[in-house]
């Protein structure tokens, strides 16, 4: 929320200071040193996110104990709990986490974003947040398939360690369910790239045409007085 808000407001004042003759150097000043607190201020966050993080490995733990320990009354399971305890544990908590520690800070900069666009002037933040519906439908999209694909490919990637094994062990069919196991992995792994790129393309296709119109509308309350030079460059 700080970059978002805050810098926006401050390359305003830098902006400002400098366009005016002389310039203004208590202006100067307090942008530099607002940017200095804002760096101090968003690194120190990270370190915030440590007991996050820390709690999502013991998570991590307690979850495989659980599961290894319900297998010893669920014999014939044996598979799905080896792929499980291999992968789809750590999969679904470590991706789950980093979604989550990464849409929320997006999340409030994007807002805090908008406020500061709103603030400098009110049509570029109505501007800003004319972008939020297609988004949201973008992501709402992305979500609902890629998680139907991640649920084929991290079942049929838990079936082929389970395969693998039976081929090992030297029980008839295991290479042939290995290799429909590897082919139907491969079809919701390619299925997941494609919804990647379907989500990162939308993505960035909105999100940089967005300074292009904010440029074009700044310019345009340049040139009636409305809007000066530091505010169109925050």
């Known amino acids: 929320m700080a970059l978002g808000l805050l810098l926006p407001l401050i390359l305003r004042d830098v902006v400002t200071a400098l366009s005016s003759t002389p310039p203004d150097s208590r202006l100067l000043n307090q942008g530099m040193i607002s940017l200095?607190?804002?760096?101090?201020?968003?690194?120190?966050?990270e370190w915030l996110l440590r007991p996050f993080w820390n709690q999502m490995a013991r998570g991590i733990v307690s979850v495989k104990k659980r599961i290894l320990g319900r297998a010893a009354t669920a014999r014939g399971e044996g598979g799905d709990v080896i792929g499980r305890?291999?992968?789809?544990?750590?999969?679904?908590?470590?991706?789950?986490?980093?979604?989550?520690?990464?849409?929320?800070?997006?999340?409030?900069?994007?807002a805090a974003s908008l406020a500061a666009m709103a603030s400098l002037s009110p049509a570029m933040g109505l501007l800003g947040a004319?972008?939020?519906?297609?988004?949201?439908?973008?992501?709402?999209?992305y979500g609902r398939r890629v998680e139907q694909a991640r649920s084929v490919e991290r079942s049929y990637y838990s079936?082929?360690?389970h395969s693998a094994e039976r081929y090992l062990n030297g029980e008839a069919g295991g290479l042939s369910e290995f290799h429909t196991s590897l082919d139907?992995?491969?079809?919701?792994?390619?299925?997941?790239?494609?919804?990647?790129r379907v989500f990162w393309f939308s993505g960035l296709a909105v999100g940089a045409s967005l300074p292009l119109a904010v440029l074009w509308l700044g310019l345009a309350e340049l040139e009636r007085g409305s809007m000066n030079v530091g505010a169109l460059a925050g």
């Open 85 to 110: 305890i291999v992968s789809d544990v750590d999969f679904v908590i470590w991706n789950s986490a980093a979604g989550f520690t990464a849409m929320l800070p997006s999340l409030l900069m994007a």
């Open 130 to 141: 004319s972008i939020i519906p297609p988004l949201a439908a973008v992501t709402e999209f």
């Open 159 to 161: 079936q082929s360690i």
């Open 36 to 45: 200095a607190a804002v760096a101090v201020a968003v690194s120190a966050t």
């Open 184 to 196: 139907r992995w491969l079809a919701g792994i390619m299925r997941i790239i494609h919804y990647d």
